[in-house]
């Protein structure tokens, strides 16, 4: 639930762009699970250890990217000579 | 490789004339513009480091980082220490900002595209987010005063002026250095690196090493424009390391274009003083005067500010 304000898409577009790297571009299954990932661990965060909430959705996308290049689900891209 | 000189280098005479009307300005302008004109300049070498990784086409989404790496060094120095002597600060965020850029580097130069661009958004983002958790060091959002600027041992009666001065020289430094470095064989590699990796393997040369040393040395110039940034607001806050820094960073680069290393400095000029002009003769609507200034630019001069000039340039007389 979250109220209408002209800046409200700052908070969210961030957050967005985390979700697509863990998931992988161009894939819709990854960005949905990209979603209940950052979600989940957000809320444990929140939960468990209060410290680091807005620094465990960054923490996974940087453990996420660095095991995975191209995301969890996102296509390995050929590169052309 | 052959060396020759960046197209897009002026005269040394219009440097030199640039740079001379730039030191006599504070005798003629009110004090607050010549501020004005000191921050475009130090927020100007961030801008410069953005493009230097720009060249090679490569997004760096999080500059922010090393812009606060530079202001934070500036800020613990003086606040926690007591060290306000500038001389001992900058440098120090230069060795910081390089350090830091050379471990992260490492990993980014991995990264292409837009995955760069996200990774080095989520290593910015972190370090804001430590810097708003950890109060007792960092002094959580509240941020750090800077106080007790000194410049080799003095206090001068003037800091603003001498601010100004100091930025002005070490500006000009940043983009001798800058223009050597991209003139460089390394420097052209990064333009290689844009168009195609796999030839510069086969050349024999490194595109990952390119990258890392471009970031290294982005990374630098970063911080000391950072550390700059911070004497001149005196007060460092985590909003330093916030994206909608490294946006405004990428935005200027865009804005001023990526055809010179002087760009860079004049699209920061144009922004600070578009912004400030249009806080001051629309309060209520500035940001929509400042977006439709970035649209025009972006429709009518793809190629940034800076081709103005070139294009005034090459026109045959």
């Known amino acids: 639930m979250m109220s209408v304000e002209p800046g409200m898409g700052v908070s969210v577009i961030v957050q967005a762009f985390a979700v697509v790297g863990i998931g992988g571009l161009g894939s819709i299954g990854g960005a949905a699970l990209g979603c209940i990932v950052v979600g989940i661990a957000r809320a444990a965060a929140v939960q468990l250890f209060p410290e680091i909430e807005?620094?465990?959705?960054?923490?996974?996308?940087?453990?996420?990217?660095?095991?995975?290049?191209?995301?969890?689900?996102?296509a390995i891209e050929l590169r052309k000579i | 490789m052959i060396e020759t000189a960046p197209r897009s280098s002026l005269p040394l005479?219009?440097?030199?004339?640039?740079?001379?009307?730039?030191?006599?300005?504070?005798?003629?302008?009110?004090?607050?513009?010549?501020?004005?004109?000191?921050?475009?300049?130090?927020?100007?070498?961030?801008?410069?480091?953005?493009?230097?990784?720009?060249?090679?086409?490569?997004?760096?989404?999080?500059?922010?980082?090393?812009?606060?790496?530079?202001?934070?060094?500036?800020?613990?120095?003086?606040?926690?220490?007591?060290?306000?002597?500038?001389?001992?600060?900058?440098?120090?965020?230069?060795?910081?900002?390089a350090v830091v850029a050379a471990a992260l580097g490492l990993l980014l130069a991995r990264f292409r595209g837009i995955y760069f661009a996200m990774l080095s958004l989520a290593l910015s983002m972190i370090l804001y987010t430590v810097l708003i958790k950890f109060y007792d060091l960092s002094g959580g959002t509240d941020g750090l005063s800077v106080r007790g600027f000194a410049l080799a041992g003095m206090t001068p009666a003037h800091p603003g002026l001498a601010q100004y001065y100091l930025v002005l020289v070490l500006t000009a430094a940043v983009v001798y250095v800058g223009g050597r470095f991209l003139a460089s064989p390394l420097g052209y590699l990064m333009q290689a690196v844009r168009y195609n990796e796999i030839r510069i393997e086969y050349l024999g040369a490194s595109a990952?090493?390119?990258?890392?040393?471009s970031y290294v040395v982005s990374g630098a110039v970063s911080g000391l424009g950072g550390a700059l940034t911070a004497y001149l607001v005196g007060h460092v806050s985590p909003e330093f390391a916030f994206w909608v820094y490294s946006g405004d960073f990428v935005f200027v680069a865009v804005l001023g274009g990526t055809g010179s290393v002087f760009a860079p400095l004049v699209g920061s000029v144009a922004f600070e003083f578009v912004k400030n002009y249009a806080l001051k003769f629309s309060p209520h609507t500035w940001q929509l005067t400042l977006g439709v200034f970035l649209l025009l630019v972006i429709y009518f001069q793809p190629q940034g500010l800076w081709s103005l000039l070139t294009r005034w340039r090459a026109r045959p007389r």
């Open chain 1, 54 to 74: 807005l620094f465990v959705i960054y923490a996974l996308m940087v453990a996420v990217l660095l095991w995975r290049p191209q995301g969890l689900f996102g």
């Open chain 2, 13 to 97: 005479a219009a440097v030199a004339a640039a740079l001379a009307a730039l030191a006599v300005l504070p005798l003629f302008l009110s004090d607050w513009i010549v501020f004005l004109i000191a921050l475009a300049l130090a927020k100007g070498a961030v801008v410069l480091g953005v493009v230097m990784l720009l060249r090679g086409g490569l997004i760096s989404f999080g500059h922010a980082l090393y812009f606060a790496i530079g202001a934070y060094t500036v800020g613990f120095l003086a606040n926690r220490f007591g060290v306000g002597e500038a001389l001992v600060a900058l440098p120090l965020a230069i060795v910081i900002s």
């Open chain 2, 208 to 213: 990952s090493h390119a990258i890392l040393a």
